[in-house]
């Protein structure tokens, strides 16, 4: 097993393209040729988690919070990050980060608290853009279904719940090969018409080379013709929080008591309540302020996050009861989700969760 093994098994879960910009979610210490003894996971990579791993025979560790987000210039080990980053040098550990990609993908960590708490039928709260192509290309007649079909098999044409969505219309094709030329159908230098197929499907971007190949692979002319247009789109199953319901409407203060047993949590700080029955729940792991008017836009009755400062509680207005969990007890499982994901694919391989409580704050 070496370490592009266990990364693409994630990254084919949460496309690293799906991370925020000030992100740093990947490989940031290691070789992707290196071969992996066992593999740590971990919501922080710091210190205490380098021991561990050293402890356990693991020389990778797959936390959700990179321990790199800036650009360091001197490793002298003089702060946690400096220092964590030689201890894994120096003792051949491999770090690598899934965190934003994580928590946009659909089923990732939102998705996994939703789980945890009983809310159900969840969907992207702020769907996101910039990451859908259209491509459309011309095929003759009796090949369309062919190259159609290896489009699809390679990711093209999700729409929601939705697979194999395109677009076909019947127009001429035109074309003159050139000495050297041997043309599917026509006759070299003779201009010819051909009944083609126009194919207009949608793509992930990550998915576009992919999709590009399948086409020029299964379509019969020499030179394909085809066109990639970058899409203004949201996509609806990548994006930030979620937003579900509860099975069964719950007493606010019922509901406050029970989630916080179910996050294991000391502390949650919570705006005024409303006297009104709990029924739809909005929720974002880690530091989920920016999503509150979202949030309350879908009419959510909760909003479960972690990280809220004082004067965004105001924020609330009456019309949405805030819930600040607290940053690590939002995202506890994620470690478990990220296990789940590695487990399913590589259930003999040495994969362990960390016994480490990493959670910088404590509660009196
Ligand atoms: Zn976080």
Redesign the pocket.
């Known amino acids: 097993m070496q370490v592009k093994d266990i990364t693409n098994i994630i990254e084919e879960f949460a496309p690293l393209s799906y991370q925020e910009s000030y992100d740093n979610s990947g490989l940031i210490v290691g070789n992707a040729n290196d071969q992996v003894t066992g593999v740590l996971i971990s919501?922080d990579c710091v210190e205490e988690i380098l021991e561990e791993a050293i402890a356990t025979n693991c020389n990778m560790i797959v936390s959700?919070?990179p321990i790199v987000f800036s650009g360091l210039k001197r490793f002298n080990g003089n702060n946690y990050i400096e220092r964590t980053v030689i201890k894994a040098i120096k003792n051949g550990i491999a770090i690598y980060a899934v965190?934003t990609n994580l928590?946009n993908v659909q089923n990732g960590v939102s998705f996994k608290i939703a789980e945890k708490i009983g809310v159900k039928n969840c969907r992207t709260l702020e769907p996101k853009k910039g990451l859908l192509s259209k491509i459309v290309t011309y095929c003759p007649v009796d090949k369309s279904e062919e190259v159609r079909q290896a489009m699809f098999d390679s990711g093209a044409g999700n729409i929601g719940n939705y697979d194999e969505c395109s677009y076909n219309s019947e127009g001429i094709g035109t074309y003159k090969g050139k000495t050297g030329t041997n043309p599917y159908v026509g006759i070299i230098g003779q201009f010819h018409q051909e009944k083609e197929i126009k194919i207009e499907t949608i793509v992930p971007n990550h998915k576009v080379n992919k999709v590009i190949n399948s086409l020029i692979e299964a379509h019969p002319y020499e030179e394909v013709a085809y066109d990639v247009y970058q899409l203004a789109n949201k996509h609806q199953n990548v994006g930030s929080g979620v937003i579900g319901e509860l099975e069964v409407e719950e007493d606010e203060m019922d509901f406050l008591n029970r989630i916080k047993t179910d996050l294991k949590t000391d502390c949650i700080r919570f705006t005024n309540l409303k006297g009104k029955k709990i029924k739809r729940v909005a929720i974002c792991?880690?530091?989920g302020s920016f999503l509150l008017n979202k949030a309350i836009a879908a009419s959510a009755d909760f909003f479960i996050t972690?990280d809220f400062k004082y004067h965004q509680f105001f924020d609330a207005d009456n019309q949405i009861i805030i819930a600040d969990v607290g940053?690590y007890e939002s995202?506890q499982f994620t470690s478990e989700l990220i296990y789940e994901i590695l487990n399913e694919k590589i259930p003999n391989f040495a994969v362990r969760l960390t016994a480490k409580n990493t959670n910088p704050l404590n509660y009196l």
């Open positions: 919501l959700h919070h965190h928590d792991g880690g530091s972690g940053h995202e």
